[in-house]
């Protein structure tokens, strides 16, 4: 079960809830609001790239509830990049295939802690091998009249 919570200091202030990448070249610090991007080499320049906001471009954004302006702009530009891909017959850079990976291996993860043992997945037949107990809690039950194409 995932937790979304604070677990201790973050590492760096500016960046309380983000991701850091340490490559070869340098350390990638980004959050929805902004990213720094400093190189090993002394002699480069660091980048910093601030979030875009499209409030003159699209100012329904300032009326629309619940809305988050800093995702705005990346929203909109992953839904023209999958209109692209469709019209392309080609892949989005938000694939569904590389996010369900992503989620499979987090309702994986959970289903071995909530069961307290390791499992072997199966992604051709998308079942937890040699047990049945777990592979049934790889979905839910569908709310009436809905069925899943498995059972239709």
């Not at 200091?9 to 991701?19: G, I, V």
């Not at 809305?67 to 702009?73: D, F, G, M, Y």
């Not at 530009?77 to 694939?95: E, I, W, Y």
Request: some cysteine; charged content about 30%; overall charge negative.
């Amino acid at each position: 079960v995932w937790q979304h919570r604070t677990w201790g200091t973050p590492p760096d202030p500016d960046y309380p809830w983000a991701l850091f990448i340490y490559g070869e070249n340098g350390t990638l610090k980004a959050s929805t609001m902004r990213a720094d991007f400093m190189p090993l080499d002394k002699g480069a320049k660091p980048i910093h790239f601030d979030c875009v906001y499209e409030r003159d471009q699209y100012p329904e954004d300032l009326t629309e509830k619940d809305i988050e302006l800093n995702a705005a702009p990346a929203t909109r530009r992953h839904m023209l990049d999958f209109l692209a891909a469709v019209d392309k017959r080609g892949r989005p850079v938000a694939d569904i295939e590389e996010g369900h990976i992503s989620t499979a291996s987090c309702i994986l993860a959970n289903i071995a802690m909530d069961l307290a043992r390791p499992l072997v997945y199966d992604p051709g037949k998308r079942v937890v091998v040699d047990d049945p107990d777990a592979t049934k809690r790889l979905r839910r039950e569908y709310r009436q009249p809905w069925r899943h194409p498995s059972q239709a």
